[in-house]
């Protein structure tokens, strides 16, 4: 009999665990585990003097081994912290100086830290100049996509939706390693490429990662670079306004209704007159006061140029994504989110109204394919809604 009341003790311990850990949202650590993929190369830091690199290891050290441009074998290293520094061309570590052009780390555990970030894959350090380096991380494309995933959408977005962004970074990388096999890198790891930070993917970016594994968009068998915007605004622009790309069907734009519940599908500006004339300044040579400032040229919502007209009566034309990077240079933020704007200009100075956020504007719709997800759309209806013409193809991997 005691028996049994040890066993059903142990029965409601085990339950009490299991819903105390629901409670909590309690998750297992992530094991990361991808098929084999092509390598993709990151550029993480440029014209740098020094790092720190910690290999990821047991406890208090980590080991990694050196490779050294031109070297036959490896230099190993064992630490919590490795200091590269680079002074009249020559390479400084772990009481060591080298003249090679280049050192590659490699972590035994696979991982390394740096900048308070976790990275999959080998370091590259590449000697840019007498005293400066660039640094960029080599790593498999599926986890390097998994983590593009998980910084360019919320995990708990529909499944089909990750899907969709997945294919999309897939395509895009993979489309510039082709491109730039003659270069030190492929891809920049900010936004202005793919949005590549040091953290763990979430388990439901790595799930859309793995059931689309090599997956690609392609039109007519070629692979695209499949360009993506957080918010449309109501309409993506034309890839080849932002893009030297081929300007095919799938990249025309398409009129998008799905983003309208997006926090970034209206916003915003104004500038007193004497802010407008401090953006205006490269095009005002002799700070003149603003008569007028008017868009002069448009295709569909996208602003192509603005027209501005001087107290003297003086009449410039701009480039209204000069115009964007001037006003965002002078606030330190981005307070024109998109080029998707009307400009209103009265005595107290300019009002701009616009939609969407994005530097482009093209492609994927990131907040349209959540509200189509959210309508239990597939990834390849959304895909074929925002590029029309492109067809699912499979780059590597097995067989459809």
């Not at 047991?58 to 002074?87: F, N, Q, T």
């Not at 915003?268 to 603003?290: C, D, I, M, R, S």
């Not at 209204?320 to 400009?343: C, I, M």
Request: aromatic share 10%; glycine share 10%; charged share 20%.
């Amino acid at each position: 009999m005691r028996i049994v009341w040890i066993l059903l003790l142990i029965l409601c311990l085990i339950a009490t665990l299991w819903l105390a850990r629901d409670l909590v949202g309690y998750e297992p650590p992530i094991v990361e585990k991808y098929p084999p993929s092509p390598a993709v190369r990151v550029l993480l830091g440029r014209k740098l003097s020094s790092i720190a690199v910690e290999p990821e290891g047991v406890g208090k050290s980590g080991r990694m081994s050196l490779w050294l441009a031109g070297a036959d074998k490896p230099l190993r290293w064992e630490g919590r912290s490795l200091l590269i520094e680079r002074k009249s061309g020559v390479f400084g570590f772990a009481g060591l100086k080298e003249t090679a052009a280049a050192l590659e780390l490699i972590p035994d555990e696979g991982f390394f830290s740096w900048q308070g970030g976790r990275y999959p894959g080998s370091l590259r350090i590449l000697a840019n100049g007498e005293e400066t380096f660039d640094v960029v991380n080599e790593l498999p494309l599926e986890p390097y996509v998994s983590r593009v995933v998980s910084s360019e959408m919320r995990s708990q977005w529909p499944l089909e939706t990750l899907k969709a962004q997945a294919v999309a970074a897939r395509s895009f990388a993979l489309f510039h390693t082709q491109q730039r096999r003659n270069s030190p890198y492929d891809l920049l790891g900010n936004s202005r490429a793919l949005s590549y930070r040091g953290a763990d993917p979430a388990r439901r970016a790595i799930q859309a990662v793995l059931e689309t594994r090599g997956v690609v968009l392609q039109y007519h068998g070629r692979l695209l670079p499949a360009f993506f915007v957080s918010t449309c605004g109501g309409r993506t622009d034309r890839a080849a306004l932002s893009f030297s790309v081929e300007d095919t069907p799938c990249f025309q734009g398409v009129a998008c209704p799905h983003c309208r519940l997006s926090p970034h599908y209206e916003w915003n500006a104004t500038f007193t007159p004497g802010e407008l004339k401090e953006v205006l300044a490269a095009w005002n040579t002799g700070q003149e006061a603003v008569a007028s400032l008017e868009v002069a040229a448009r295709e569909n919502e996208r602003v192509i140029t603005l027209a501005a007209r001087f107290a003297s009566g003086r009449r410039v034309e701009l480039p209204a994504v000069d115009f964007r990077l001037a006003a965002n240079r002078r606030a330190g933020k981005e307070v024109l989110r998109s080029l998707h704007f009307t400009l209103a200009l009265g005595p107290e100075g300019l009002v701009v109204q616009g939609k969407g956020w994005g530097w482009h504007g093209s492609g994927l719709c990131q907040f349209g394919a959540k509200k189509m997800g959210d309508d239990l759309r597939t990834c390849k209806e959304i895909l074929e809604f925002y590029f029309p013409g492109a067809e699912l193809g499979r780059a590597y991997g097995a067989e459809m």
